[in-house]
Nanobody, 127 residues
Framework: QVQLVESGGGLVQAGGSLRLSCAAS????????MGWFRQAPGKEREFLGA????????YYADSVKGRFTISRGNARNTVYLQMNSLKPEDTAVYFC????????????????????WGQGTQVTVSS
């Protein structure tokens, strides 16, 4: 079993920053890829980026590249999503997800490739 818990969401004004955390527990040794997604009301879940535990390679969606940064904690049980220059359209519930094995780049954006999901944390960006 693997448990993922997001934290750090909240209300921020446009142009501000937030740092989300995803803490993993359980059999984390089997995890390979950690991803961040978001879902706004009435919209499908959107891929934001991912990081691999081995090597810390990162991947980003074009929509957030340059504003959002994914990093790995020193203890290898936490990943972060640093969000800068936030816009009202960034308002959504943000989720972290984990894949047990390698997710090839062409499929890294697909929600079905991830085996575990956190409960989500709300991010609201005001105008």
């Amino acid at each position: 079993q693997v448990q993922l818990v997001e934290s750090g969401g909240g209300l921020v004004q446009a142009g501000g920053s937030l740092r989300l955390s995803c803490a993993a527990s359980g059999r984390t040794f089997s995890l390979y890829t950690m991803g961040w997604f978001r879902q706004a009301p009435g919209k499908e879940r959107e891929f934001l980026g991912a990081i691999t535990w081995s090597g810390g390679r990162t991947y980003y969606a074009d929509s957030v590249k340059g504003r959002f940064t994914i990093s790995r904690g020193n203890a290898r049980n936490t990943v972060y999503l640093q969000m800068n220059s936030l816009k009202p359209e960034d308002t959504a519930v943000y989720f972290c997800a984990a894949a047990l094995g390698l997710v090839v780049v062409p499929a890294i954006e697909r929600t079905e490739k991830y085996d575990y999901w956190g409960q989500g944390t709300q991010v609201t960006v005001s105008s």
